[in-house]
Every structure is written in C-alpha cells, then in structure tokens.
C-alpha cells in the first residue's frame, strides 16, 4: 500500500537525518480524494488527516469520526475569517494563521471558548505575491501581536516557489522557528518530504503519494 511506503521513506529520512523515529507526523492530505480511498486508508490504521476546505471536512469527517476512533483533522488550506468558528469546532490544529485579521477572529473565539486548537504560522518564505503567508520580514512583529492577543503558536508552515529548490525555503523557516523559540516546522509535500525531513520537519502533508491523484476538482 502506499502509505505503507510513505511511512516507510519517512522512517529512513528520519535516521537519515540522525532523528528520532516518530519525530515526523505524516499528515495524509484527503482534501478531493474519493471516500473510497481515504477510508483504505483508515482501514489500514492512520488517523492524522489534512483538508483544506472547512465546507468539504465538515461534511465528511464527522461521520468517520464516529467510525474511526481517534482521527486528528488538521486545516492546511487558507482559513476564511468567516469560516474560523467552525474551524475551530471541528480541526486539532489549523496550519494556515496567516494574517491580522484572523489572528484577531481566533483570539475572540479562543476566550469565548477557553481553547483553540494547535497554531502555525504560515511564512510566504518566498514573498510570492499570490501567496498566502506573512512575509519573513514581518514574522517577528506578527508573532509578537498574536501573544499579545494570548495566541500561542506552536510552529511555523510554508510551501516552497513551485519553480525552486525547496531546500533553501524549508532551511530559511527552521532558522526563523528556532529564533522565535518554535518547535513546529509545517513543511514538506509529496515531492520533496525527505528534504524537509532533513530540515527539521515536524510535520509533512502528503496527499497524491499517498492516495493518487485527485478524480474531482473544487469551484
């Protein structure tokens, strides 16, 4: 199976890189796939999946949720601010804190419910103006307010220029998470995993490797 593979390759990037086994949590990537494929999945065992829209994971996981005992759902796609109160009800952890604005709806929702789920700081690590994420340059200031609104982000999440080596990207946000006393590091995807892994990597989505391609697409 190919989970069985991507597991695989995760454990050898980890003693490749001298890591602890299990230092990498594999986020498999469901977001469009057919319920046939992700329940193979969680068939085979797996519980920890991404999804990257609030509309489509809540009409799904609920459901799985009651099946598959232990399931942990993770927001990877950019998070609408007037979608962030059924995020919040419904993921452990959203990946895509990207701006002040959401900041701001997350720390009202947080004290009007006492928790929040596990933060990262998206970082635009290559300033792409079509792209999410707060610029490197700015990621001091932004975190410093997101404390000051009682937001604890755990780590930091970046997807690399499409056209460039990921490498120097996922170094750039290892350097900045250990600046600002971070230990997440949200990186790696199908393609390049392993050299996440080999920088730091905490967590790595995979979505085609893992289920193939996607036989649907969203408007």
């Not at 459901?63 to 419904?90: C, S, Y």
């Not at 690590?125 to 307010?145: C, I, N, S, Y």
């Amino acid at each position: 199976m190919a989970l069985a593979d991507i597991v695989a390759r995760i454990r050898a990037a980890e003693r490749a890189a001298g890591r602890v086994e299990g230092a990498v949590r594999l986020i498999a990537v469901s977001k469009l796939q057919p319920a046939d494929r992700v329940q193979a999945v969680l068939t085979a065992g797996h519980r920890l999946f991404g999804e990257n829209y609030v509309q489509e994971a809540g009409e799904k996981w609920p459901a799985w949720r009651d099946r598959f005992p232990g399931v942990e759902l993770h927001m990877i796609g950019p998070l609408q601010t007037n979608k962030a109160k059924v995020a919040v009800d419904l993921f452990q952890a959203i990946h895509t804190l990207d701006r002040p604005s959401l900041a701001q709806k997350l720390a009202s929702l947080g004290q009007a419910r006492g928790a929040l789920p596990q933060l990262f700081v998206q970082v635009n690590t290559g300033a792409e103006p079509q792209k999410a994420g707060v610029l490197p340059g700015d990621l001091a200031a932004f975190l410093r307010d997101c404390r000051t609104m009682d937001l604890s982000p755990v780590g930091l999440m970046c997807i690399p220029p499409e056209d460039q080596d990921s490498q120097p990207h996922f170094a750039m946000l290892a350097r900045m998470a250990a600046d600002q006393g971070l230990a997440g590091l949200s990186m790696g995807m199908s393609g390049d995993f392993e050299t996440a892994i080999a920088q730091g990597a905490t967590h790595v989505r995979v979505g085609s490797a893992i289920f193939g391609a996607r036989r649907q697409t969203r408007a």
